[in-house]
T-cell receptor, first 113, second 108 residues
Framework: DAGITQSPRHKVTETGTPVTLRCHQT?????MYWYRQDPGHGLRLIHY???????DKGEVSDGYSVSRSKTEDFLLTLESATSSQTSVYFC????????????FGPGTRLLVL | QKEVEQNSGPLSVPEGAIASLNCTYS??????FFWYRQYSGKSPELIMS????GDKEDGRFTAQLNKASQYVSLLIRDSQPSDSATYLC????????FGGGTRLMVKP
């Protein structure tokens, strides 16, 4: 497995609380991504990063922010969690380049009550 | 936006049969594709990549890319119950756009 870890792996929180998910890699890859996966919607890109402090929005970025202060860490923050953000969140990494694939972390299951 | 369509299934095949999974895409500029397999409750894992028109074989798996018709397919020969999973296709690029996936069920 590519060296990717996500924490926490499971989280239950209440509506309106802030939540931060962490993705950590040991591969020194340039690109890091956050996806959410929901039944009927497949994998959807939330935000991605192409370097330290360089981030951009994906398809479903509303309600989410990210930060990358070190190559190995990419944080996803839900400023004020809502029930619609209940999902499975996957981090992925890639060396970059149009022919390079992405490698996925184990995922975080988030339940917002 | 690269749009990718897959039949959600489930596609049910008997053990030992050939499973054929298809994916159509809208961006004519897409040059290469990835196939991922995702077991229930697990993360997607790459199983095949195809970078040019035609067929690419890897063990029991064959990926086919037809750029003129804008489809890519994955054939699984001698299907096994362990192949039961959801298969996702995505055109290559720094921002992958995944199809919704096809759930494959291989029955013993």
């Amino acid at each position: 497995d590519a060296g990717i870890t996500q924490s926490p792996r499971h989280k239950v929180t209440e509506t309106g609380t802030p939540v931060t998910l962490r993705c950590h890699q040991t591969e020194n890859h340039r690109y890091m991504y956050w996806y959410r996966q929901d039944p009927g919607h497949g994998l959807r890109l939330i935000h991605y990063s192409y370097g330290v402090k360089d981030t951009d929005k994906g398809e479903v970025s509303d309600g989410y922010s990210v930060s990358r202060s070190k190559t190995e860490d990419f944080l996803l923050t839900l400023e004020s969690a809502t029930s619609s953000q209940t999902s499975v969140y996957f981090c992925a990494i890639s060396p970059g380049g149009s022919q390079e694939t992405q490698y996925f972390g184990p995922g975080t299951r988030l339940l917002v009550l | 936006q690269k749009e990718v369509e897959q039949n959600s299934g489930p596609l049910s095949v008997p053990e030992g049969a050939i499973a054929s999974l298809n994916c159509t895409y809208s961006d004519r500029g897409s040059q290469s594709f990835f196939w991922y397999r995702q077991y229930s409750g697990k993360s997607p894992e790459l199983i095949m990549s195809i970078y040019s028109n035609g067929d690419k074989e890897d063990g029991r798996f064959t990926a086919q890319l037809n750029k003129a018709s804008q489809y890519v397919s994955l054939l699984i020969r001698d299907s096994q119950p362990s192949d039961s999973a959801t298969y996702l296709c995505a055109p290559a690029g720094n921002m992958l756009t995944f199809g919704g996936g096809t759930r494959l069920m291989v029955k013993p």
